[in-house]
């Protein structure tokens, strides 16, 4: 693995907004002064601080004997306790101080062509409990590793927590991913159990999620069954035997499924996320510790209240769908807004009529979709009113100031806070972000370790730079949110996450820290890319390349972009008797869509004779990167092992 790291950040951005006090009065974390004491006390004692919020805001069936059992890099939080994912997100809303809730809003969900469904607490945990039974009697048990491959409707909650409710492990992937992609996944999970719906809906045209899920099963005889939502009915072919319609198996399901005591440690979830190297990685996340930290950090950062109607705009096929959009959302009572499909359609008002017609107080969104807002112009957001709106936050990359200050200022009326949110699949919770009310924002940064959370900024070494210098991001104390490894491979957890610096959790992002604590995260500094907010890993796109018949070699390098953050350009050498024929280009981008899903698809492909290596035969990819990106290349280039290669690169941008 490369790592390079600009360590002259030229942003030295000045401004900051301070709490506003009439926001602080009603915050859960009620001011500056309640944000410090707090901070302190769990920096003095970061288990004590777990554990006492552990205890006030996750119900448990049994206490546990110890908070916490590191054995550098292994985990285990809340050791011996007993509790259950969907009762914290269900039952213990229907019962007490809290019985309430049974008729308030859960899931407020809008379709893509404006069909809406209203789900209570109620209603949730009737559906969850029918379906809980309705794999029980598909032979689910406990452990199990179920996949869900849906569209965003509601059906894909109330699959994730009939799965906790149970102990069945899910493994959600994301209805962009190809059906090579779902193979893959489901294999190394061993799932023996989809979920999927016959379609869904993007920008109008029916996703064909069945489809790819049949393919993805051709030789998978391993998957048993196949359970089937009706959304889009476009009619699809029913395997004998495998299949099963959704709404069938639900219509004589029991309502009554106790929730399983599970043990803390119990496997929650997993998800595959991009590292490295060419092999996607199952993230595992367990049961306690996740929990508490998606409660608690949704509880302060987003000052979620009962009046509340929260808007995450992420899929729940990405972590930050799992976290904030399901479990850190209704373990505390809220109501969670999930709209379907895309926010430019019909038009590129879709969310800010959203906002308008169901009163939206708190919208979580990504960089790269305000980056696409602002292009598209402020008179679509200046048509609504968007008074509702109180809080505003960002996830999933860095955001630049600009950006920044548009969300304040045109969506947040200048009147709301923004939290910039710092985390990873891997986290399973915020880790790096502004308690609202709390703390003064500076436009660009995700601010301060949430409490009871330590992250430093190192160099080469593992010592801590000095302020305002980059270097490598590393957190350097266990949490309760933090992976348990990655599926079925221990080794490949410890290298990659535990070995780049002994003792501590390394990231993979560059950052700096400045003088008043606050941490610029810079992005990505391994070979894992950040297009438009999702990971996606170099490796992974060049092995789809090289899997074209035509294609011999391919290195694949990010290039910074105004919308996407950062976009795929794919320096592609061919087979000895191949020609670079028109429309080549868009038959790679193609296959690499095919192969990968169409996130995954490039927006460039440069065919060259050879690729820049060194005389050990890595391939040059800062030289690669700066002629992507057009910048003069000014690296060390004397291990090249043929100029000529780097001059005929350059020349063809000419
Ligand atoms: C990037 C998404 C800067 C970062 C929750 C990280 C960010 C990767 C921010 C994880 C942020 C996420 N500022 N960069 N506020 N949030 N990132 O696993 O590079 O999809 O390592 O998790 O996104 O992406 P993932």
Redo the contacts with the bound molecule.
């Keep these: 693995m490369e790592h390079e790291i600009a360590i002259e950040s030229s942003l030295r951005e000045k401004r900051r907004f301070k709490p506003d006090p009439a926001f602080a009065r009603k915050a859960n974390v009620p001011g500056q002064a309640a944000y410090n004491r707090m901070a302190k006390a769990a920096e003095k004692n970061p288990e004590r601080f777990w554990a006492q919020q552990a205890r006030e805001h996750v119900s448990w069936f049994v206490p546990w004997k110890k908070v916490l059992d590191w054995k550098l890099p292994f985990a285990k939080w809340f050791v011996g306790a007993k509790t259950n994912v969907s009762f914290n997100c269900l039952d213990r809303h229907l019962e007490g101080e809290n019985a309430w809730r049974k008729n308030k809003a859960a899931i407020i969900w809008e379709g893509e062509p404006g069909d809406t469904r209203v789900l209570t607490y109620g209603d949730l945990h009737r559906e969850v409990c029918k379906f809980a039974n309705v794999l029980k009697s598909q032979n689910v048990k406990k452990g199990d590793r179920i996949v869900l491959y849906m569209p965003l409707i509601p059906e894909l909650a109330i699959a994730m927590l009939a799965c906790t409710r149970i102990g069945a492990v899910h493994s959600i992937i994301f209805g962009g991913f190809s059906a090579d992609s779902i193979r893959d996944r489901i294999k190394d999970a061993q799932a023996k159990l989809v979920v999927t719906a016959d379609g869904g809906w993007r920008r109008g045209r029916i996703i064909q999620l069945k489809k790819l899920v049949d393919e993805a099963l051709e030789d998978l005889p391993s998957v048993e069954r196949v359970i089937v939502y009706r959304r889009t009915d476009h009619g699809v072919p029913m395997r004998e035997g495998r299949d099963l319609w959704w709404d069938a198996l639900m219509e004589g399901a029991s309502t009554d499924c106790k929730p399983a005591k599970l043990d803390s440690e119990h496997p929650l979830f997993i998800l595959y996320?991009s590292g490295s190297t060419g092999r996607p990685k199952g993230i595992l996340h367990t049961t306690g510790g996740y929990l508490t930290q998606a409660t608690v950090t949704a509880r302060y950062i987003f000052d979620l209240k009962d009046e509340d109607t929260y808007w995450c705009t992420a899929d729940i096929g990405?972590?930050?769908g799992h976290s904030y959009v399901v479990y850190g959302i209704l373990a505390n009572g809220a109501t969670t807004l999930l709209y379907e499909g895309a926010p430019n359609h019909p038009d590129e008002e879709r969310f800010w009529q959203i906002i308008d017609r169901y009163k939206v107080t708190i919208l979580y969104t990504a960089?790269t979709a305000i980056r696409t807002f602002m292009k598209w112009g402020d008179h679509h957001p200046k048509k609504y009113s968007l008074r509702s709106l109180r809080l505003l936050g960002?996830?999933?990359?860095?955001?630049n100031p600009e950006a920044w200050m548009w969300y304040r200022r045109i969506i947040g009326r200048n009147r709301c806070p923004i939290v910039?949110?710092?985390?990873?699949?891997?986290?399973g919770g915020i880790m790096?972000?502004p308690i609202p009310g709390g703390v003064a924002t500076p436009p660009g940064s995700?601010t301060r370790p949430f409490p009871g959370i330590s992250a430093a900024v190192v160099d080469e070494q593992g010592e801590e730079v000095p302020t305002n210098e980059g270097g490598y991001l590393v957190i350097t104390k266990p949490w309760p949110g933090m992976l348990r490894g990655i599926y079925g491979d221990p080794k490949r957890y410890r290298k990659e996450y535990w070995s780049r610096f002994p003792g501590v959790y390394f990231?993979?992002?560059g950052a700096r820290r400045d003088k008043d604590g606050n941490f610029w995260?810079?992005?990505?500094i391994d070979d894992?890319m950040?297009v438009a907010?999702?990971?996606l890993s170099t490796m992974e796109v060049e092995s789809a390349l090289v899997s074209h018949k035509m294609v011999a070699e391919a290195a694949v390098v990010g290039r910074p972009d105004d919308i996407k953050g950062t976009a795929v350009v794919c320096f592609v050498t061919l087979e000895e008797d191949e020609q670079a024929v028109p429309g080549l280009d868009k038959e790679l981008k193609d296959h690499v869509a095919k192969e990968i899903g169409p996130i995954g698809r490039p927006d460039e492909v440069r065919f060259t004779d050879a690729l820049p290596k060194t005389r050990s035969g890595k391939i040059m990819r800062r030289l690669l990167r700066d002629i992507a990106a057009g910048r003069e290349t000014l690296g060390d280039t004397t291990t090249l092992e043929d100029y000529s290669v780097l001059a005929a690169l350059r020349e063809d941008e000419d």
């Design positions: 996320t990405w972590i930050t960089p960002t996830v999933g990359e860095p955001i910039d949110t710092w985390w990873q699949t891997e986290t790096i972000t995700a990231a993979g992002d995260v810079m992005g990505r894992v950040n907010g999702h990971r």
